[in-house]
């Protein structure tokens, strides 16, 4: 191994500390809590080296939001590839995307609802975003009318997903009713 593979594998594994630390400090205390100062606290170097690798927080979150959505891409496929048929895709997607934003309530925050500098919905979007979009699309493609058009189907499944999500966080829908309320979306989804 060379010099110089070493250290790109050495920057790529302070890269990924940097990431996971802040991470878990927001999943334990909020992204308030995520400051440069506290990160390199955490991970037990100097701000210059955090700086070395992500200008700021703002880039940080960005690195975070672009992990967790190749997660979601991943737990969003498997889900889709394991249901029988089209309906029962529909519904585990919805499932699992709703379970994804319960489970991790900062990495979704982070994903989803926090302002971060990412493209979104445009090709220059990262790889990880296109992915887990594609997912749902995947899902929501084959229950299209004639006309529909499937992105803004699927962006419209989204939004309701994202809607009920933040709706149940924030207490202004009862937990209790979340899976009829996915039994509702997916039945009047599957609706000719």
């Known amino acids: ?7 790109e594998r050495e920057r790529a594994e302070r890269e990924q500390l940097i990431v996971t630390a802040a991470r878990e400090l927001a999943e334990a205390e909020g992204w308030d809590a995520v400051t ?3 990160l390199a606290a955490e991970i037990e170097y100097s701000q210059p080296v955090l700086y070395s690798h992500f200008k700021g927080k703002d880039a940080i979150m960005a690195a975070v939001a672009i992990q967790g959505c190749a997660e979601l891409a991943t737990e969003l496929r498997a889900a889709r590839e394991a249901a029988k048929d089209v309906r029962g895709a529909l519904a585990a997607v919805a499932e699992t995307y709703t379970s994804f934003a319960r489970r991790r309530p900062a990495l979704y925050d982070v994903m989803f609802t926090h302002t971060v500098n990412l493209p979104f919905a445009t090709p220059e ?5 296109q992915a887990a979009f594609a997912e749902l699309l995947l899902a929501v493609e084959p229950i299209g009318l004639a006309g529909d058009d499937p992105g803004l189907l699927t962006e419209t499944f989204w939004a309701v997903l994202h809607g009920l999500v933040t709706l149940m966080r924030s207490g202004r829908l009862p937990e209790h009713a979340h899976q009829e309320r996915l039994a509702l979306l997916v039945a009047h989804f599957m609706r000719p």
């Open 36 to 38: 440069t100062r506290r």
């Open 1 to 7: 191994m060379s010099i110089r593979t070493r250290r």
């Open 125 to 129: 979007a990262p790889e990880a975003l």
